[in-house]
């Protein structure tokens, strides 16, 4: 092949006129009309000076013309990095610098500030809006709808995903074509896609979830996707009738149960919803399960991974954990301080191996050293466990471990226990300076809409649960907890903001 990773999952639709895209305004794009928008973005690519292993950053909205954008870098053998449409100009430095990027596509409200930034690197600019206009379009409509595809290998790099960076500079994981092409073979397998599926897509493209899990396994399997420029409970209640499979994060879910459109009458055709990019609380799943009949999948991921594990598509899809490891993929639990696997049942460091996991840091050998082992196992820097029955279950980020007088405390645990108090509609658990343990258990409770929990009540039931050792020292009622775009709570944001509570204590 001269690109595995094009000609099995884009060329292959070349000159099919099956539906590969349904957009909101009632347009339906054809694999064959997306392809050509592609080969002719990649003819631009290509004539501003851009050569296979080149870097091209991307900081634009979802649309037809950015995923196109992203079918064109595969096919001109392009390295393309993705980036949150959050992050701010002085963030985007960082990315562009560092991945040393020689093409750069924004917005034209962004064009003027980065444009420094890009002269800076030698990089050209290019523009692309959510409505399909810009710089790029306007030269790509003047190229070929044919392009001759670039040779490249399985073990050639295809994307760069940066890491969020919550303690240090971010990291560029480095993917590979085999990377891509293998995690979404095993996944439209395993979740049974199949040529007549419609997903439901409202997540972002910069992102692996949207990118790299809901897109490559449609391209796979040949089916099409209602694309949707952000996630809006009245559009997917709109769209819901015409698809058969969705993808979503937890909060996707517990909005739709808010609105008492979504029924069971309503997904009653659904053949399958899936969650990730965040845990989904057991109670989401029961009341998912009652309103609907269905049972969501959920699965675990991560950036430099892909996909490692996932819940049965037959059998039980058990809530408060993520299945078993892939097809393909190895997963074992072990000490941090050792690297010695653990007993089943043992809390540890979750490590992966297969073909999924990335090649290493982009200009990182340190980082990547530290964290992918030579045997190829890679240390994900997430805490769990396997139970007697197989499923693994993540407790927390290895980072988000409480040390206090001596003890490990998970922070998962705890907020089981917070959770499930009445009146409590989620909780998060950090551990915060203490000057006689070192650090002392925070508890912050969301209450559920319209109630007030009763905070003596909530630590009576937690003193009752857990062992004296890990008892919030303190609960604090707010109002929403700080998220990043893909619904991760974001703990480093809550000990920076309550961090001093207990020092003087």
């Known amino acids: 092949m001269t690109n595995p990773l094009y000609d099995r999952m884009f060329g292959k639709h070349a000159g099919k006129d099956t539906p590969f895209l349904y957009l909101p305004d009632g347009t339906v794009l054809s694999h064959a009309d997306f392809l050509e928008k592609a080969a002719r973005i990649a003819h631009v690519l290509t004539e501003n000076g851009l050569r296979p292993g080149d870097r091209l ?121 085999k990377n891509l092409l293998s995690n979404a073979e095993t996944l439209a397998g395993h979740w049974r896609f199949s ?65 008492p459109r979504f029924t069971r009458d309503l997904t009653s055709h659904m053949r399958l919803f899936i969650s990730g990019s965040a845990p989904l609380l057991a109670d989401t799943h029961q009341e998912f399960e009652k309103r609907t009949g269905h049972r969501i999948l ?73 964290e992918l082992r030579e045997d190829g196992f890679f240390i994900t820097g997430d805490l769990g466990l396997i139970d007697a029955d197989g499923y693994v279950h993540i407790v927390g980020r290895n980072k988000d471990l409480i040390i206090s007088g001596g003890y490990n405390i998970y922070p998962k645990e705890i907020e089981l226990v917070l959770d499930a108090q009445p009146g409590v509609q989620e909780s998060a658990v950090i551990g915060v300076p203490h000057a006689d343990f070192g650090e002392t258990v925070l ?7 319209g109630e007030t929990p009763d905070l003596e009540a909530v630590m009576s039931a937690a003193g009752s649960s ?24 974001q703990k480093n944001v809550l000990r920076e903001q309550y961090g001093d509570m207990f020092v003087s204590a």
């Open 57 to 177: 950053a991307a900081q634009v909205e979802k649309s037809p013309m950015a995923l196109a954008l992203y079918a064109a870098c595969v096919q001109a053998g392009v390295v393309f990095l993705p980036l949150n449409t959050a992050y701010t100009v002085d963030e985007l430095s960082y990315f562009i610098e560092n991945s040393g990027a020689r093409t750069v596509v924004c917005d034209d409200a962004r064009k003027t500030s980065l444009a420094p930034v890009a002269a800076e690197m030698n990089a050209r600019i290019e523009t692309l809006n959510a409505d399909g206009s810009g710089s790029l379009t306007a030269l790509a409509g003047a190229m070929p709808a044919n392009y001759p595809t670039a040779e490249r290998n399985e073990d050639d790099l295809a994307a760069f995903l940066y890491t969020s960076g919550t303690t240090g500079r971010s990291k560029g994981a480095m993917l590979t074509q």
């Open 195 to 259: 040529a007549g599926d419609v997903l439901l897509h409202a997540l972002p493209i910069f992102h692996t979830h949207g990118l790299f899990v809901a897109t490559n396994i449609t391209l796979e399997a040949g089916s099409s996707m209602i694309f949707l420029p952000k996630f809006d409970v009245d559009a997917m209640i709109e769209w819901m009738p015409r698809a058969t499979a969705m993808m979503g994060v937890p909060t996707f879910y517990t909005r739709l149960l808010q609105d």
């Open 298 to 370: 959920e699965r675990y991921g991560m950036t430099e991974t892909n996909m490692n594990t996932s819940n049965p598509y037959d059998g039980e899809r058990r809530a408060g954990t993520v299945g078993f490891a892939l097809p393909g993929v190895e997963l074992k639990i072990t000490d941090p301080e050792t690297g010695e696997t653990l007993p089943q049942g043992t809390v540890g460091q979750i490590e992966v191996r297969g073909p999924n996991v990335f090649k290493g840091y982009w200009q990182m050998p340190e980082k990547t050293a530290a």
């Open 443 to 449: 508890g912050l409770i969301v209450p559920a809409p």
């Open 466 to 489: 857990l062992a004296r050792f890990k008892h919030p020292r303190k609960l604090v009622l707010v109002d929403s907890l700080p998220r990043n775009t893909m619904g991760k709570v």
